[in-house]
Structures are given as C-alpha cells and as structure tokens.
T-cell receptor, first 113, second 111 residues
Framework: GAGVSQSPSNKVTEKGKDVELRCDPI?????LYWYRQRLGQGLEFLIY????????KSGLPSDRFSAERTGESVSTLTIQRTQQEDSAVYLC???????????FGDGTRLSIL | SQQGEEDPQALSIQEGENATMNCSYK?????LQWYRQNSGRGLVHLIL?????REKHSGRLRVTLDTSKKSSSLLITASRAADTASYFC???????????FGAGTILRVKS
C-alpha cells in the first residue's frame, strides 16, 4: 500500500509569490497533520484535520498560511506572499485517528529566494 | 513551544555499542512516541508508550517512561551504521489534540 505522498518534493520561488503544497494521506486515515521543520530543528506543528471536525489551526504562524482538506483525502497547504523565513521543509503526516502513530511523507523542501 | 526536549543533542558511537537518548517533557501526557528521521526523509514511527506503562521493547529498542520525573529514554542496543539518524520524542498534550516534538538527538554510528 502507498504511504503518504507529498508534492512537489522541492520548490524554489521568489519572495512574495504564493505557493501551494499538496499531501495525499494514507487511504482511510482520518487524521492529517502539517508540520514545518527548519534546518537542524524539530517539528513545528502547523495544523491538524480530524475527519469532518473543524481543523485545529493553532500552529499556523500568520494569516499568510492556510490549509484545506477535502473530506478525508487530499490536503493543500498554501503560503501567500512568501517570505525568506518561510524556507523550510514542510512535512505532512496522517494517522488512523488523533494520538495514534503518525505516518509521514518525505516533505516538500521550500526555498524562498 | 516544545513539549519534549531530547538529550544529548548529538551522539557518536562505534558500531556494536549501545546508544541511549533521553527526553523530558513538561505537562501530563497520554502517551509518548519515538520517531527516527533519516537525512532528507520524513519521520518513521518507532514505538509508543502509554502513560500507564513503564517499559516497552521492540527488537533492539527499549523505551522507559517515568511520569513522576516527566522523562523517557530510548535505548538502542548493538547499534549498526544504519541506525545513524535523528531521533525525536513526541508527546500528546493531555487536553489537546496534537503531538509536540522535541528538537531531536542526532545519532552517528561509526563502522
């Protein structure tokens, strides 16, 4: 069975542009998470989707960040008007439900010039 | 803010030796999880220990949990070069709905 898939794997863009990152979770996983990982650091929680419940957006660093999820499938993380400090690896994970072991994609490495 | 904090930040050992990594956290938890991350890859779940458990084994991995000290340790026995990776602990916030990861321990196993 396929694992969590993220695209693109790498994205280089100019400051001020908008970017959209995609995550395909494992089929049947109701919980989906987005994290940001800066170089050499741990994971910073961004947002959590659980089924049809309202998402937990408490980790989004600014209103330039938003995320959507269609049902229990694909999710997109959008960063508007990118800044250099947005450069990081963005990781997506899914699990059968909250607090269960998470399955991670390999991330999107975002570089803002 | 980070819930789990790993110690040491980096560890270098010879193949065959044991590696011990520690994690401390601040608030009450339901469970604590350990993950491994190879360079350029996503995290891989290793083991989950519940707050009412004190020790758990999985292959060459041994995890302990001391809720009175709010700490956990991960022991990798008979290390191999392939164990070279970053290791993270993650805790759930007992009244929250997300995992909080520490900054990780970078393990290097020299062959």
């Amino acid at each position: 069975g396929a694992g969590v898939s993220q695209s693109p794997s790498n994205k280089v863009t100019e400051k001020g542009k908008d970017v959209e990152l995609r995550c395909d979770p494992i089929s049947g996983h109701t919980a989906l998470y987005w994290y940001r990982q800066r170089l050499g650091q741990g994971l910073e929680f961004l947002i959590y989707f659980q089924g049809n419940s309202a998402p937990d957006k408490s980790g989004l660093p600014s209103d330039r960040f938003s995320a959507e999820r269609t049902g229990e499938s694909v999710s997109t993380l959008t960063i508007q008007r990118t800044q250099q400090e947005d450069s990081a690896v963005y990781l997506c994970a899914s699990s059968t439900r909250g607090f269960q072991p998470q399955h991670f994609g390999d991330g999107t490495r975002l570089s803002i010039l | 803010s980070q819930q789990g904090e790993e110690d040491p930040q980096a560890l270098s050992i010879q193949e065959g030796e044991n590696a011990t990594m520690n994690c401390s956290y601040k608030t009450s938890i339901n469970n604590l999880q350990w993950y491994r991350q190879n360079s350029g890859r996503g995290l891989v779940h290793l083991i989950l220990i519940r707050s009412n458990e004190r020790e758990k084994h999985s292959g060459r991995l041994r995890v302990t949990l001391d809720t009175s000290k709010k700490s956990s340790s991960l022991l990798i026995t008979a290390s191999r070069a392939a164990d070279t990776a970053s290791y993270f602990c993650a805790t759930d916030e007992e009244y929250g709905n997300k995992l909080v990861f520490g900054a990780g321990t970078i393990l290097r196993v020299k062959s």
